[in-house]
């Protein structure tokens, strides 16, 4: 399995987009590593070349592609988080709408959106993103080779290649059903933990159930001490959990990500 970060900030951007704070000031003049967009990861399963999985859709995503040479018409699965715009962003789902009956070479009379024909692409979230969706879309997905499966906590799926499961996320908890995500293939198993803070304890309980290749967790608020996510400190104390309950491989490793400007140092530091 080949994971790619194509962002990971936090909802306000590294640096922030209206933010003249050291941080953000130092991530203007610094380096390309020091300049971070919204989280989203790519995933390629077992053997393939070109991801096929991507979990979330942040408004960046175009970019993102560009940048990390990810061909978005070969995606496959979206797997949303949660429906927060900082992660879910349908209206570029708008242009993959094609007029029937046409071939790749664009006719003169008509400008788009596509003429390419795409595989269909399986979004899974929660009924938070399909509403979004479908106030985007309509209600009819098909023009656009799209199709919704609603998920649950718990809920066991196959697709593009992994088995995945969706575990209750500790964010927003009594207004939206937020979803961690474990992935499967024949080479690895990997949990994609954000946005969240401290588990949940059914979350917990959920975890001893596998052996994780990669752990990646959020860390939004740094030296911070806000909730709703986590901080270095609580980082720090998952990752303890994970090495104490024997849940991470030989080679497991632990990874963080979601940063947000004010509260995490720039890259180097």
Request: proline share 6%.
């Amino acid at each position: 399995m080949l994971l790619r970060f194509l962002g990971t900030s936090a909802g306000e951007l590294y640096p922030g987009l209206w933010c003249r704070c050291r941080n953000c000031r130092t991530a203007r003049e610094g380096t390309a590593q020091d300049r971070r967009q919204s989280a989203a990861l790519a995933v390629a399963p077992g053997q393939q070349a070109s991801p096929t999985v991507l979990i979330d859709f942040p408004s960046e995503i175009a970019d993102q592609c560009y940048r990390h040479n990810v061909d978005l018409t070969t995606l496959e699965s979206l797997l949303m988080t949660h429906s927060h715009g900082d992660h879910w962003f349908p209206y570029l789902l708008r242009w993959r709408r094609r007029p029937a009956n046409l071939s790749e070479n664009p006719p003169t009379h008509i400008g788009g959106p596509r003429f390419t024909v795409l595989p269909l692409l399986r979004i899974y979230g929660n009924a938070e993103v399909e509403a979004i969706l479908r106030r985007e879309l309509g209600d009819d997905l098909a023009p656009c080779e799209i199709t919704f499966h609603r998920v649950a906590v718990g809920k066991v799926f196959q697709t593009s290649g992994l088995k995945v499961t969706a575990l209750h996320a500790n964010h927003d908890v009594g207004r939206e059903q937020a979803l961690h995500y474990v992935l499967r293939d024949d080479s690895a198993t990997v949990l994609y933990g954000l946005d969240g803070d401290t588990f949940l304890p059914e979350t917990r309980e959920a975890l001893r159930a596998f052996r994780f290749d990669a752990v990646i967790l959020e860390s939004t608020y740094g030296y911070g001490e806000g909730g709703n996510h986590r901080n270095f400190q609580r980082v720090l104390e998952e990752a303890q959990w994970f090495r104490d309950e024997g849940l991470l491989t030989s080679g497991g490793r632990l990874i963080a990500t979601h940063f947000s400007p004010h509260h995490c140092p720039p890259h180097a530091e």
